[in-house]
Nanobody
Framework: QVQLVESGGGLVQPGGSLRLSCAASGFTFSNYAMSWYRQPPGKERELVAYISRAGGTTNYAESVKGRFTISRDNAKNTVYLQMNSLKPEDTAVYYC?????????WGQGCQVTVSA
């Protein structure tokens, strides 16, 4: 079965960096685009970044452009989110996401807290 497992979250000071990883299994990873979403406290889930199957196309939310970078390693079945210059408003649960044959799959989420 499809599994997405995030890791790498934690507590970081404003201006710091974190790298999230999402390990995928149960499907042919290189055949599918991947995305990162986040859900801040008390708010709705929002798209953060998208990457195409081969990694040639990426898109970002305006709020993270220039600070976050999405990448993937198809040999390791893993997608990454490098987050730099973190701000308190980046505090959220971050989720890995994919869609396969019109079904959506989410990871369990990992907490990122940006606070002094």
């Amino acid at each position: 079965q499809v599994q997405l497992v995030e890791s790498g979250g934690g507590l970081v000071q404003p201006g710091g960096s974190l790298r999230l990883s999402c390990a995928a299994s149960g499907f042919t990873f290189s055949n599918y685009a991947m995305s990162w979403y986040r859900q801040p406290p008390g708010k709705e889930r929002e798209l953060v970044a998208y990457i195409s199957r081969a990694g040639g196309t990426t898109n970002y939310a305006e709020s993270v452009k220039g600070r976050f970078t999405i990448s993937r390693d198809n040999a390791k079945n893993t997608v990454y989110l490098q987050m730099n210059s973190l701000k308190p408003e980046d505090t959220a649960v971050y989720y890995c996401y994919t869609s396969i044959s019109f079904r959506t799959y989410w990871g369990q989420g990992c907490q990122v807290t940006v606070s002094a």
